[in-house]
């Protein structure tokens, strides 16, 4: 099993930043690729990024590349969202989710459903 834990959500302003960590636990050496998902209310949770097990290789979805990074820290069991430019559309929920299996060069990564394990959320909420 695996355990993750978000932190590092608030309230701030539009063009602020902000970073998000996730911390795994438990049989987190059995990790895959981590990502990073949210959910607004009344919507459906949508793909943010996602990071291959090594670090290097990332993938964003059209409405944060270029303003969100990914990272992760294998030594500290930690993957990492960095978000500038903040706009209140990304106000929502955000989810660490972690998988043993699913891959980088899938076609399902950026699927809630790819994810076996998820963390609780941490709310974001960007002012305008």
């Known amino acids: 099993q695996v355990q993750l834990e978000e932190s590092g959500g608030g309230l701030v302003q539009a063009g602020d930043s902000l970073r998000l960590s996730c911390v795994a636990s438990g049989h987190s050496i059995s990790i895959s690729v981590m990502g990073w998902f949210r959910q607004a209310p009344g919507k459906d949770r949508e793909f943010v990024a996602a990071?291959?097990?090594?670090?290097?290789?990332?993938r964003y979805a059209g409405s944060v590349k270029g303003r969100f990074t990914i990272s992760r820290d294998n030594t500290e069991n930690t993957v990492y969202l960095q978000m500038s430019g903040l706009k209140p559309e990304d106000t929502a929920v955000y989810y660490c989710a972690a998988d043993r299996t699913v891959g980088i060069y899938s076609g399902t990564y950026h699927k809630p459903a790819s994810y076996e394990y998820w963390g609780q959320g941490t709310q974001v909420t960007v002012s305008s």
């Open positions: 990071v291959s097990r090594n670090g290097g290789i990332t």
